[in-house]
């Protein structure tokens, strides 16, 4: 069994800033790589940023230069830094992540149950 839990959603105004965190824990042997994606209503859900376990990431045109995402691969955990937050930010946003059970297993992927931010104008 593998969980993704979410945590550091919220309300926030315009302009401001919020710091979500995605902790992965059950089966897992290591993660190959951690995302977070979105979903506004009436959308579809669409990749906001991705790290792999070397550090390399993959950002959105929409959030780069505002949104930063990290890893601590030690506690199995991903964050996304979000600044200068607007409107159209507002979503579901999703953790995910692609996992080995073992040396040498096939990639499994999974996600999060979501949490909810909110950006006022």
């Known amino acids: 069994q593998v969980q993704l839990v979410e945590s550091g959603g919220g309300l926030v105004q315009a302009g401001g800033s919020l710091r979500l965190s995605c902790v992965a824990s059950?089966?897992?042997?290591?993660?190959?790589?951690m995302g977070w994606y979105r979903q506004a209503p009436g959308k579809q859900r669409e990749l906001v940023a991705d790290i792999t376990d070397g550090g390399s990431t993959n950002y959105a045109d929409s959030v780069k230069g505002r949104f930063t995402i990290s890893r601590d691969n030690a506690k199995k955990t991903v964050y996304l830094q979000m600044n200068s937050l607007k409107p159209e930010d507002t979503a579901v946003y999703y953790c995910?992540?692609?996992?080995?059970?073992?040396?040498?297993?096939?990639?499994?992927?999974?996600w999060g149950q979501g949490t909810q931010v909110t950006v006022s104008s």
């Open positions: 995910h992540a692609e996992y080995r059970t073992r040396v040498g297993s096939k990639l499994y992927d999974y």
């Open positions: 059950g089966n897992i042997f290591s993660i190959n790589l």
